[in-house]
């Protein structure tokens, strides 16, 4: 079977980008969320991508207005999903919410419909009973700005069957990422696994009082050459998510995790998530790591 329908479930961050990039590279694309406000939310979000898309890949404004015709918004779960070959799920990185929705999914979605997880934390097993049907599930994680960092992990579990994972690798590979096959479960995949203590250690130096953020953002770049530092990284991904991450290793006692997550808190309550709302750590469209006097 060859995926050509999709629905995408969560318009966030990540969900509208997911939608947009398939929808670009010619699929028929059904974003679901929770409510009306989310879903005109996500009509905003998807909107300003053509501008992206035109300014970082020099696409036409006929071909993103085409993108756009290519979407449809649903507030209704079973009509989103009915007669779709593929549901993408793109929704906040809480187990119990993610839990509850699959069962849910599961009753409302066709039998030989395919279930991908975007999660980041979360390894597909953990979900795959919910589902109802575990041979037909697996994970499939993108980084921020898909339509420049197009990395597609796709990660199988042991019950994932060998024809859904590679309808799912083809499918990444259609839709212009780069597919990389993960054959065993790994916490992170390959990104976040080496990504997440970065970040991790980053938040710890500030939260201790070691340096502020933008005096080890400038430390990393100085020292690897690399274009951004953690907190602009941090930025890049949305606060929210990593707020997430770190409430839940805070509930399994992890003290230090509770400091930094309620360090995050205090950005997330001014409304600044990043470059999503325009401020994080850094102000955009012109944050302060790309002025030429930052490395000095």
């Known amino acids: 079977m060859t995926i050509k329908t999709v629905a995408v479930c969560g318009s966030g961050v990540l969900g509208s980008q997911i939608a947009f990039q398939t929808a670009f590279h010619g699929f028929d694309v059904r974003v ?61 990185e809480v187990f119990d919410i993610k839990r509850d929705f699959y069962h849910k999914l599961g009753e409302v979605a066709d039998p030989d419909t395919i279930f991908a997880t975007n999660t980041s934390t979360l390894l597909p097993s953990d979900l795959m ?53 993960l054959h065993k479960e790994q916490p992170g995949y390959i990104l976040n696994t080496l990504l997440v203590p970065l970040l991790g250690a980053a938040l710890e130096l500030v939260v201790k009082g070691v340096a502020d953020p933008h005096t080890v953002d400038k430390t990393w770049m100085v020292a690897t050459g690399a274009p951004r530092g953690p907190f602009a990284i941090l930025d890049v991904i949305g606060l929210t998510t990593p707020y997430n991450i770190n409430m839940a290793a805070a509930a399994q006692g992890d003290a230090g995790r509770g400091a930094v997550a309620q360090y995050l808190k205090s950005y997330i309550d001014q409304g600044k998530l990043g470059i999503a709302t325009g401020e994080g750590f850094y102000s955009y469209p012109n944050p302060a790591y790309l002025r030429e006097d930052f490395l000095k």
């Open 32 to 92: 679901y969320d929770v409510g009306d406000e989310a879903v005109t939310r996500a009509r905003a979000t998807l909107e300003g991508l053509q501008e992206r898309y035109q300014q970082d890949l020099q696409a036409t404004p006929e071909q993103t207005r085409a993108a756009m015709e290519r979407l449809t918004f649903f507030t209704e779960l079973a009509e989103a999903v009915r007669g779709v070959d593929l549901v993408i799920e793109a929704i906040p």
């Open 129 to 181: 009973e919910a589902t109802g049907r575990p041979g037909r599930f697996l994970a499939l994680h993108f980084a921020n700005q898909i339509w420049l960092n197009n990395t597609a992990e796709i990660m199988r579990t042991p019950r994932t069957d060998d024809a859904v994972f590679d309808q799912v690798v083809a499918f990444a590979q259609d839709i212009g990422m780069v597919a990389l096959p």
